[in-house]
């Protein structure tokens, strides 16, 4: 199974990284763990997101591994 790295984009704080095999089954990890959270809207999607791409200061450092599957921003997949 191939997986993908997304980054949901919110329209508040600074968003979500998961790794999954569909967009859909991104959306349902992150359901899982609450996101997004309540005032919150996701307002863009990133399909195949780089590390190079994401913030080295507030999401690289606190994120979990982006090969495994799961919610690796807030990390959930450890």
């Known amino acids: 199974m191939r997986l993908i ?3 949901f984009k ?3 704080g600074t ?3 998961v790794t999954a095999a569909s967009r859909n089954e991104a959306m349902r990890l992150l ?3 609450g996101y ?3 005032l919150e809207r996701v307002v863009n999607v990133t399909e195949g997101v780089t590390t190079a791409a ?3 200061e507030h999401v690289l450092p606190y994120a979990g591994p982006l090969l495994m599957r799961g919610v690796w ?3 959930h997949n450890v």
């Open 10 to 12: 919110t329209d508040r």
């Open 73 to 75: 921003f807030p990390c």
């Open 31 to 33: 359901e899982r763990y």
């Open 36 to 38: 997004p959270l309540p």
């Open 54 to 56: 994401l913030d080295r």
């Open 15 to 17: 968003g979500y990284g």
């Open 5 to 7: 790295r997304y980054w």
